[in-house]
């Protein structure tokens, strides 16, 4: 065992010399070759002078290794190339012109798709912020391409001989993930039709807005207790809004209905009085003259007086007013403010002022 031994550690070491000889040999030849010189001379016809070039054998080496690595990557990409070529040829063969045709109609489809996407979205995010006061809307975009994924997969697992050819059907199921797509938004919008048909409509039905063009008038009187403006010897309950302007200056509709009556009285001077839906009127007053008649049908804006100076005032406004049933007087500025963004009275309104809030500003 001892003999054994001593015999495997002199190996090992015998080995280890002659590896280190070989090691030094080496690098004594390189070291002698690096020194050597190949010397490379052109001698051009009729020319005295001779250009020569010297290299070192590392040199050559190095554009040996170099020439050899350019030519085995433009082989493997000639032959890799002609792999392809070859495929195409097959598929070709196999749908003729019409694999080319549907490599370009594939590209365009999958363009559309994401203009599709993208005009959707923005557009359904508008709509549901709008129509519905939400964020977020029930209709993920990749949801139907998953629905004509999974249809392309399941025809692949029932008949074996179209996977080969899967690729080549994808324009027409990213067709069908796009009509999918659109067909989802279109029943989302049309089984909502009835309530954003009635929601508009009410823009209409309901009195709401001004009756003077903006910028031609100012506020002057809110709704609310008062101090008689005329005789400012005691307080009276002022039932409508006063909006003061210049005489003559036209007065709208604030919602369709029929004009209920025209009428002169001591205090509101020239009035006309339209019935609206839901058993509201509207009131306006102090005009110059009326002109519309009685019976007679009004659109939401259509002109219906000018404003004037007519009856218990101090100077040329319109006294408006909002009744329901005929009787009772409610506050006309949540109405006027449902659409009046731009005065600042229904800016502190819509922000939360009291009305008494509001005078003070």
């Known amino acids: 065992m001892i003999n054994?031994?001593?015999?495997?550690?002199?190996?090992?070491?015998?080995l280890k010399e002659k590896l280190l000889f070989y090691k030094n040999?080496?690098?004594n030849y390189l070291q002698k070759k690096s020194v050597e010189r190949l010397t490379i001379m052109f001698i051009p016809h009729g020319n005295e002078k001779i250009y020569s070039f010297h290299l070192s054998f590392l040199m050559i080496l190095f554009l040996v290794v170099l020439f050899s690595s350019l030519l085995t990557v433009s082989l493997s990409g000639y032959f890799k190339y002609k792999e392809i070529s070859s495929k195409i040829e097959?598929?070709?063969k196999l749908y003729g012109k019409n694999y080319q045709n549907t490599y370009i109609v594939q590209?365009?489809?999958?363009?559309?798709?994401?203009e599709i996407k993208n005009q959707s979205n923005k557009?359904?995010?508008?709509?549901y912020k709008k129509i519905f006061n939400l964020n977020q809307f029930p209709i993920d975009y990749d949801q139907s391409f998953e629905i004509s994924s999974s249809i392309l997969e399941a025809e692949l697992k029932n008949n074996k001989e179209i996977a080969p050819n899967?690729?080549?059907?994808?324009?027409?199921?990213?067709?069908?993930?796009?009509?999918?797509?659109?067909?989802?938004?279109?029943?989302?919008?049309?089984?909502?039709?009835?309530?954003i048909i009635n929601k508009y409509k009410l823009i209409y039905e309901l009195p709401n807005g001004r009756p003077v063009a903006y910028s031609r008038f100012r506020d002057t009187s809110g709704y609310g207790l008062r101090l008689d403006p005329v005789s400012k010897s005691f307080f009276e309950f002022h039932s409508g809004i006063d909006m003061a302007g210049a005489y003559k200056e036209p007065i709208y509709s604030t919602a369709d209905g029929v004009v209920h009556k025209i009428f002169y009285d001591e205090g509101y001077g020239n009035a006309i009085m339209i019935k609206h839906s839901y058993g509201y009127?509207?009131?306006?007053?102090?005009?110059?003259f009326p002109a519309v008649r009685v019976q007679q049908k009004i659109k939401k804006g259509d002109l219906v007086g000018f404003m004037g100076a007519t009856g218990r005032v101090t100077g040329v406004h319109l006294h408006y007013e909002v009744l329901l049933n005929e009787q009772i007087r409610v506050n006309p500025l949540p109405f006027i403010c449902t659409t009046d963004i731009y005065t600042s009275r229904c800016k502190y309104f819509n922000q939360g002022y009291s009305e008494k809030e509001i005078e003070e500003n």
Request: avoid cysteine.
């Open 4 to 14: 054994l031994q001593s015999k495997l550690q002199s190996w090992v070491l015998s």
């Open 25 to 27: 040999d080496l690098i």
């Open 90 to 92: 097959e598929l070709k």
């Open 107 to 114: 590209t365009k489809l999958m363009d559309i798709q994401k």
């Open 123 to 127: 557009n359904l995010k508008v709509f």
């Open 166 to 195: 899967s690729k080549y059907l994808k324009a027409t199921y990213i067709s069908s993930g796009i009509k999918q797509y659109l067909i989802s938004h279109h029943k989302i919008i049309f089984q909502n039709k009835e309530n």
């Open 281 to 288: 009127y509207t009131l306006y007053a102090h005009l110059a």
